[in-house]
C-alpha cells in the first residue's frame, strides 16, 4: 500500500468532481445573498446535507461493498428493487444528468456563444460525456488526474478574488431559518442519492488499484472521502460567502443561474466570462460523466447483461438529452417534491447501515424505513396544498421541511427496543427449556 496516499489523492480528486456539478455549484450563492450577515448558520446547513451526509453515503456503502441495492434489501427485495431504480432514475436521466446539460448550456455556452442553440449544445454535451462513459475503467483516473485540478484551480480563482476584492458589503437581511433553508437546498445538490450510485465505481476504482481486502478497501475510501470533504467545503464556504457580498446589487427575483453570472463578472471582469464558462463545463461534465457511468452499471447489472452497458449509457444520455431542454430552475422545482419522499429514505438506510451492529434486525430498519417514507408522502403530498401548516403543526420540525426526524427516531427506538425484547423472551424460553 506504498501508493495508497496518491490513490486515495486521486480518488478524492475524482469523488469530489463528480459530486461538484450543476446544483453545487448555483445553490450556494443564492444562499449566501439571502443569508447576508448571517450566512454562518446556512454554511454548517448545507454542509451537513452537502457534505456530510454525501460523505456518509460512500462510506456506508463501502461498509457493505459498495452495493446501494444491497442496503435496500434490508427491507425487502421488492422495495430495494423499486427504490434503486427510482433513484437511479431521478439521479440520472429525469433530472440531476439533465440539469447539467441545462446548466452548461446557460453559464457556460450561452454567455460567450449567443448564436449557439441549447440543442446544439446538449448534443456537443452528451457526445463529449459518453466518450468518457463509455469506457468505465479508465473514468476515476481521467476525471482525478485531469478534470479536477483544472475544475479546482477555477474555481480557487473565483473565490480568493472574491475575498481579497469583496464585489460589495455584507449587509443583515433580517434572514430567518438559515440553517432549515440551507439544509433542504443541500438535498436539491442531490448527492447523497449519487453518493450511493457513484460507490460502485469508486469502490470498483480500489479494486482495480489492488486492493482486495475489505479492511483495505475501507481505508483507501476513508481517505478519499476526506479529500473530497476537503475540497467541498472550502469551495461551498467560498461561493456562500461570495453571495453575501451581493445582497445590495441584485433584485430577490434574480434568478440562480444569472446571479453566478454576475457575480464572476463582477469579481473577475472581461475574463470571469471565459473562466466560468469553464468551470460550469468541467463541473458539469464531470458529474454528468459519473452518474452516467454508475447509472448504466446499475441497469446493466439489474438486467443480467441482456442489456449491455453502452447501450443503456445511450439510452440514458438521450432521454437526459430531450429533458436538458427545460431550464434550470424549471428542473429544480420539478425535483424538489420528489426529493422530499426519496431522501429521507437514502438518509435512513445510510445512517441504519453506518450503525452496524447496533442495528442488527432487519425488522427495525424495515419499520422505520416505512415510517419515514409515509410520513414524506403524506407531507409532500399535503405540502402542495394551502392546509399543510394546519395538517402538520403538532409535528416537530414539520416547520422547517422535516417532519420525518421524530416519527423516525420514535420508530426506530420503539421497532429496537421491541425486537431486542422479543429476542431476550426467547433466548430465556431456550433456557428455561433446557434447565428442565
Known amino acids: ?8 489523492i486521486v480518488i478524492g480528486a475524482a469523488l469530489f468532481a463528480m459530486f461538484f456539478g450543476a446544483g453545487n455549484l448555483i445553490f450556494p450563492p443564492a444562499l449566501g445573498k439571502a443569508a447576508g450577515d448571517s450566512v454562518l448558520f446556512s454554511i454548517i446547513g448545507f454542509l451537513i446535507t452537502g457534505v456530510g451526509i454525501p460523505i456518509c453515503a460512500i462510506i456506508a456503502c463501502a461498509k457493505i461493498n459498495g452495493d446501494f441495492k444491497k442496503m435496500a434489501d434490508r427491507v425487502g427485495p421488492i422495495f430495494s428493487v423499486i427504490v434503486s431504480i427510482a433513484l437511479v432514475l431521478i439521479i440520472g436521466p429525469l433530472f440531476a444528468i439533465p440539469r447539467t446539460a441545462a446548466t452548461t448550456f446557460e453559464l457556460g455556452i450561452h454567455p460567450l456563444f449567443p448564436s449557439i442553440g ?12 459518453l466518450a468518457f462513459a463509455l469506457k468505465p475503467s479508465t473514468i476515476i483516473d481521467k476525471i482525478g488526474k485531469v478534470l479536477t485540478p483544472a475544475l479546482l484551480l477555477m474555481l480557487a480563482i473565483i473565490i480568493v478574488k472574491g475575498i481579497i476584492y469583496p464585489i460589495g458589503p455584507i449587509v443583515n437581511t433580517s434572514y430567518q431559518g438559515g440553517f432549515s433553508k440551507a439544509l433542504i437546498e443541500g438535498y436539491q445538490t442531490m448527492d447523497a442519492m449519487t453518493g450511493v450510485i457513484f460507490s460502485s465505481i469508486i469502490i470498483s476504482s480500489i479494486r ?21 470533504l476537503i475540497g467541498l467545503s472550502f469551495v461551498y464556504t467560498g461561493l456562500m460567502y461570495l453571495g453575501t457580498q451581493t445582497t445590495t446589487l441584485f433584485s430577490k427575483s434574480i434568478s440562480r443561474t444569472s446571479l453566478v453570472t454576475e457575480i464572476v463578472k463582477l469579481d473577475l471582469g472581461s475574463m470571469g466570462s471565459v473562466i ?35 447501450s443503456i449509457a445511450i439510452g440514458i444520455a438521450l432521454v ?82 422535516f417532519a420525518w426526524v421524530i416519527p423516525a427516531v420514535i420508530a426506530f427506538v420503539i421497532s ?21
Do not use: W
Open 320 to 401: 437526459s438529452g430531450v429533458m436538458a431542454t427545460k431550464d434550470v430552475d424549471s428542473l429544480v422545482k420539478l425535483a424538489n417534491p420528489i426529493l422530499k419522499i426519496i431522501y429521507p429514505i437514502v438518509i435512513v438506510l445510510i445512517v441504519t447501515t453506518l450503525l452496524g451492529d447496533i442495528v442488527k434486525n432487519n425488522k427495525v430498519v424495515t419499520i422505520t424505513t416505512y415510517t419515514v417514507l409515509i410520513v414524506s408522502v403524506l407531507n409532500t403530498i399535503i405540502g402542495l396544498t394551502a392546509n399543510s401548516s394546519e395538517f402538520f403543526k403538532y409535528v416537530p420540525l414539520a416547520s422547517v421541511g
Open 1 to 8: 500500500m506504498k501508493n495508497s496516499t496518491k490513490h486515495s
Open 208 to 228: 482495480a488499484k489492488g486492493y482486495k481486502s475489505q479492511k483495505d478497501i475501507m481505508t483507501i475510501t476513508m481517505k478519499s472521502a476526506l479529500v473530497s
Open 118 to 129: 441549447q440543442n446544439i449544445s446538449i448534443i456537443v454535451f452528451f457526445a463529449i460525456v
Open 416 to 436: 429496537n427496543r421491541l425486537v431486542n425484547s422479543n429476542q431476550q423472551n426467547k433466548v430465556n424460553a431456550i433456557s428455561v427449556n433446557e434447565s428442565e
Open 276 to 310: 466560468l464558462s469553464l468551470c460550469v463545463t468541467l463541473a458539469c461534465l464531470t458529474t454528468a460523466i459519473g452518474i452516467l457511468s454508475a447509472g448504466s452499471k446499475f441497469f446493466a447489472k439489474l438486467f443480467n447483461g441482456k442489456l449491455s452497458y453502452k
